[in-house]
């Protein structure tokens, strides 16, 4: 199979605000054709933290998603500022969310939503010091989180409990890789 790309012949804002924007795409086909009307998302780039402390437990979330009007069981996460890299935004966020101070350098690279969206999140796997700070969270952010050991996740997951796609795919990085 070949690899080529379509090419972008045009794109036209149609909403913008603080979190996303969205355009109106046309692209010339590999074959020569002409489409047109493809809605693509702009969002900024996140992080997804896979926090592990020395007992293997790793830190869940559990927080109100009005997107799905339910609560949802999450992975520390957040966005990437500008002038940040990932791994630095996951260290920030982490002691934003939980008062956790987390050391590491595995980050990895998944796009949540290839076919309209050119965001990118970066799962960062990172240790728990045994220091706590204090928490401080967004105003929007009412969320409780506990650690959490490894089968109870896996069960979890079995039991259809954890439906978020990022903690999922973040667990499954996590469970395949060597913790540095």
């Given amino acids: 199979m070949a690899d ?57 979330e559990k927080q109100y998603k009005r997107g799905v009007d339910d609560f949802v069981y999450e992975l520390p996460a957040g966005w ?22 987390g050391v590491g350098s595995q980050v990895f690279e998944i796009y949540p939503q290839p076919g309209f969206c050119s965001m990118k999140a970066y ?4 240790k728990i010091l045994d220091e706590k700070v204090e928490e401080k969270h967004d105003e929007d952010e009412m969320l409780s989180y506990e650690l959490v050991n490894l089968d109870t996740i896996k069960k979890m997951i079995a039991d259809n409990e954890v439906k978020d796609m990022g903690f999922l795919s973040a667990f499954n990085i996590f469970e ?5």
Avoid at 123 to 126: D, N, Q, R
Avoid at 176 to 180: A, F, G, K, P, R
Wanted: proline share 3%; hydrophobic share 40%; no cysteine.
């Fill in 80 to 101: 990437i500022n500008k002038d940040e890299t990932p791994l630095d935004a996951a260290k920030r966020e982490l002691l934003e969310e939980t008062g956790f101070i």
């Fill in 176 to 180: 395949n890789v060597s913790l540095e």
């Fill in 123 to 126: 799962v960062v796997i990172l």
């Fill in 4 to 60: 080529i790309k379509w090419k972008l012949l045009d794109k036209k804002n149609v909403f913008d605000s603080k979190w996303l924007s969205i355009e109106d795409r046309s692209y010339e086909l590999p074959d020569g054709k002409i489409v047109e009307g493809y809605y693509h998302l702009n969002r900024p780039d996140y992080v997804l933290i896979l926090a592990v402390d020395k007992d293997k437990k790793i830190v869940v």
